[in-house]
């Protein structure tokens, strides 16, 4: 596989938000997830153990993306965790009653790569609940969209980490598609 393409400056524009994470061991996963895809920013909100950068968990699981864990940021809250982005994405596993139709990953990253390039300043992210029971109605309504993970549906389940990561691959390949603004 060749570099990272021109466009790869849009990458940092791309955010990574985790809501109340239970396990430090996760938010090193997901760290080292974005890492591997070309992504640095992490976002985490209102994590259960506040020291989760120095968790021995976390640091191990990061794998060589120490460097995404320790510049992570935290937040008191989702709405906190999103100023400055035009466009989020609830990773959800499931269409709700109310808030944004359910979309598929694929064409929401393609839409994704089209808002960085139309948007100059702005940011977009991809929002992720936590592990027991996912986004909360009220944060999946903070979204502009929402989107699942095509699974088995009889057994659907994903690990944190691994919902990051096929975001990040969706999204990175989207953005390989794409032109850089100049």
Known sequence: MTGFPANALLFPRVRFVLVEPT??????????????????????????????RQDADAI?????????????????D???????????IAMTGYDREFGPK????RSVARR?????????????AFVFGTERSGLS?????RCQLSCAIPANPEFASLNLAQSVQV????CQLALRTTTAIQ
């Open 23 to 52: 396990l430090a061991a996760n938010i090193g996963a997901a760290a080292r997830a974005i890492k591997t895809m070309g992504f640095a920013r992490l976002v985490v909100v209102a994590p259960r153990d506040p020291d989760y």
């Open 60 to 76: 191990a699981r990061s794998t060589g993306a120490a460097d995404v864990l320790a510049a992570s940021e935290t937040a008191a």
């Open 78 to 88: 989702l709405t906190q965790a999103l100023a400055g982005v035009t466009l989020a």
């Open 102 to 105: 359910l979309l598929d990953l």
């Open 112 to 124: 994704l790569a089209d808002e960085l390039q139309s948007t100059p300043a702005g940011e977009v």
């Open 137 to 141: 109605n009220a944060d999946l309504l």
């Open 167 to 170: 975001a990040a691959y969706e």
